[in-house]
């Protein structure tokens, strides 16, 4: 049963801590997206990649948002440091080119 | 940029009544229309999509219509059943990967 696993599923952390979160994408599948979904924002795209390489993270905050794929099964998405306002659902997606994107179950993020 | 409005933002209908969503896009250049289908605690799903180059599509209970002039597409569920109730998504690309997802519509089916 092929699906992109993300984890923690829930994490709470105090304002000013690093927080990682990691997704292991669908075997096989060469791009990969990191969501964020909030009330106000809805689903924003933050960043994607494909082959490994960044193609787009224009609407992720650059001084405190880092994404990286150390190798074709696992995305990771870090936050440093991290603040209330971006308390959120973190959501992974993978995709085999242009097509169908597959969602994980998302990381519930509370910054208190 | 691409921007997708989506409407209603709730919606409630009684088991077996037919739903209609409807969204617009702005980016004439958009040819890729997915939607998505998210419950409560899951990440968004892929229901139906539809491309360009067709008008309608469909797939059992579920339809989509594009109508590229006036740049706006609907998602038609009928014969709705409690499973159904869920938050739905549009969204548009122009055949790049950046999906822009409209604001989601929360469907609830009343048995």
């Known amino acids: 049963d092929a699906r992109v696993t993300q984890t923690p599923r829930h994490k709470v952390t105090e304002m000013g801590q690093e927080v990682t979160m990691r997704c292991q994408p669908i075997?096989?599948?060469?791009?990969v997206f990191w969501y964020r979904q909030t009330m106000m924002q809805g689903l924003e795209l933050l960043a994607y990649?494909?082959?490994?390489?960044?193609?787009?993270d224009s609407g992720m905050p650059k001084d405190r948002f880092s994404a990286e794929m150390p190798d074709a099964t696992l995305a990771t998405l870090k936050i440093q440091p991290s603040e209330p306002r971006d308390s959120a659902v973190y959501f992974c997606?993978?995709?085999?080119?242009?097509?169908?994107?597959?969602f994980g179950p998302g990381t519930r993020l509370t910054v208190l | 940029g691409e921007n997708v409005e989506q409407h209603p933002s709730t919606l409630s209908v009684q088991e077996g009544d037919s739903a209609v969503i409807k969204c617009t896009y702005s980016?004439?250049?958009?040819?890729?229309f997915p939607w998505y289908k998210q419950e409560l605690g899951k990440g968004p799903q892929l229901i139906i999509d539809?491309?360009?180059?067709?008008g309608e599509k469909k797939d059992q209970r579920i339809a989509v219509t594009l109508n590229k002039t006036a740049k706006h597409f609907s998602l038609h569920i009928t014969e709705t059943q409690p499973e159904d109730s869920a938050v739905y998504f549009c969204?548009?690309?122009?055949?790049?990967?950046?999906?822009?997802f409209g604001t989601g519509t929360r469907l609830q089916v009343f048995p």
């Open positions: 969204a548009a690309s122009t055949n790049t990967d950046k999906l822009i």
């Open positions: 075997l096989g599948h060469n791009t």
């Open positions: 990649f494909r082959n490994r390489a960044p193609l787009d």
């Open positions: 539809i491309r360009s180059n067709v």
């Open positions: 980016d004439s250049a958009s040819n890729y």
């Open positions: 997606a993978s995709a085999l080119g242009v097509t169908e994107q597959f």
